[in-house]
T-cell receptor, first 112, second 113 residues
């Protein structure tokens, strides 16, 4: 089955700097890659997603890139702010009804 | 907009007790999921459902049962709780259009003594 590895497990950045979180997946049939943000005491919320027919997607300060050949995808957050501090999860799934497989998460701390 | 609602939010059980966690969604979603979240382990799928009356096993199904008698509700049962089931449980749902995002509830924190 699919296996998703996520790095780093913790990340601290200064406010205004960029943050990058990387994930690799094992199943070449996976074609959908969402990123979720989880704030303390809340459930994960989708922040951006990318499909395998696209190499990059951007939404304001966040962007995701996908390298299908290498089977890895990354989340980029620019101009980080304290409210970006949270746990971020990557995930992957195949076409159809296959459930998402999640990475183990990255705890991002933005230091003011 | 209620979205996905989980009840209860917190519960403490003794080993061997049983309980049911309820998940309700008001988005008419076909798919529903139960996950557990443990420190350093991310989100692990327990069971899921692809429609009313259906259930399927996920990655860590042992010790849990589920039922989806109504489309809007997905119940997770622990028949005989064990300390290893101490965790935060999340329910999620999504529509049946391919690659729609999952919407999560805010979790149930369950402690088993």
């Amino acid at each position: 089955g699919e296996n998703v590895e996520q790095h780093p497990s913790t990340l601290s950045v200064q406010e205004g700097d960029s943050a990058v979180i990387k994930c690799t997946y094992s199943d070449s049939a996976s074609n959908y890659f969402p990123w979720y943000k989880q704030e303390l005491g809340k459930g994960p919320q989708l922040i951006i997603d990318i499909r395998s027919n696209v190499g990059e997607k951007k939404d304001q300060r966040i962007a995701v890139t996908l390298n299908k050949t290498a089977k890895h995808f990354s989340l980029h957050i620019t101009e980080t702010q304290p409210e970006d501090s949270a746990v971020y999860f990557c995930a992957a799934s195949k076409r159809g009804n296959t459930p998402l497989v999640f990475g183990k998460g990255t705890r991002l701390s933005v230091i003011a | 907009n209620a979205g996905v609602t989980q009840t209860p939010k917190f519960r403490v059980l003794k080993t061997g007790q049983s309980m049911t966690l309820l998940c309700a969604q008001d988005m008419n979603h076909e798919y529903m999921y139960w996950y557990r979240q443990d420190p350093g382990m991310g989100l692990r799928l327990i069971h899921y459902s692809v429609g009313e009356g259906t259930t399927a096993k996920g990655e860590v199904p042992d010790g849990y049962n589920v039922s989806r008698l109504k489309k809007q509700n997905f119940l997770l049962g622990l028949e005989s709780a064990a300390p290893s089931q101490t965790s935060v449980y999340f329910c999620a749902s999504r529509g049946d259009v391919r690659n729609q995002p999952q919407h999560f509830g805010d979790g149930t924190r369950l402690s088993i003594l």
